[in-house]
């Protein structure tokens, strides 16, 4: 089936050490996003591509980066996690217009935990 | 600044109708997501209204009306399994999607 997977579910990582977390699809969309969720709180946005264009909220902190170096696959790197990043991180795609009016389809989420 | 409200919780009962309300205030309208998130999940796509009226889709309904900056879900014949957080969602004028922070909806037996 066509979908959206995050690796990993679970993420534990130390107070400063950088993790990575990766997103594929296979549903060939061109946009793909990443979200911060915390418990009972919107998702919050923190960038997203239109093909290979990079497009980085305004406050989304230096500390989160974020690569894709193809069509399928969206890695999210956060170099030195702090507590506060704790959270459930969401990535998303949707299709050829980059605009929100497609609808986004969501991965499972990697809940990432610092130590 | 952009805002969109919901009520935090829900309580219904099982085989009962709720409906779950969500108010906005965007730069600008171009439609209104309703999505689902069980505990711990990722938000699956419910509907989406872009003109006003109600869309009906199986038990879940969900209606707009931009005047109002006013949206509905209406969820009928409630299941244990629809316990879960309903999330608004309003795409402004960017084209930006603007989230609410959901309702949790809790059905008891």
């Known amino acids: 089936d066509a979908m959206v997977i995050q690796n990993p579910r679970y993420q534990v990582t130390q107070f400063g050490k950088p993790v990575t977390l990766s997103c594929s699809q296979t549903?060939?969309?061109?946009?793909m996003y990443w979200y911060q969720q915390k418990s009972s709180q919107a998702p919050k946005l923190l960038f997203h591509?239109?093909?290979?264009?990079?497009?980085n909220e305004a406050d989304t902190p230096d500390n989160f980066q974020s690569r894709r170096p193809n069509t399928s696959f969206c890695f999210l790197d956060i170099r030195s996690p702090g507590l506060g990043d704790a959270a459930m991180y969401l990535c998303?795609?949707?299709?050829?217009?980059?605009?929100?009016?497609?609808?986004?389809?969501f991965g499972p989420g990697t809940r990432l935990t610092v130590l | 600044g952009q805002n969109i409200d919901q009520p935090t919780e829900m309580t219904a009962t099982e085989g009962a109708i709720v409906q779950i309300n969500c108010t906005y205030q965007?730069?600008?309208?171009?439609?209104l997501f309703w999505y689902q998130q069980h505990a711990g999940e990722a938000p699956t796509f419910l509907s989406y209204?872009?003109l006003d009226g109600l869309e009906e889709k199986g038990r879940f309904s969900s209606f707009l009306s931009r005047s109002k900056g006013y949206s509905y879900l209406l969820l009928k014949e409630l299941q244990m399994k629809d316990s879960a957080s309903y999330l608004c969602?309003?795409?402004?004028?960017?084209?930006?999607?603007?989230w609410g922070a959901g309702t949790k909806l809790i059905i008891k037996p």
């Open positions: 209204n872009v």
């Open positions: 998303a795609t949707s299709r050829a217009s980059g605009g929100p009016t497609d609808t986004q389809y």
């Open positions: 969602a309003v795409v402004d004028s960017n084209y930006q999607l603007i």
């Open positions: 549903l060939n969309h061109n946009v």
């Open positions: 591509y239109y093909d290979k264009d990079f497009n």
């Open positions: 965007t730069s600008g309208f171009n439609g």
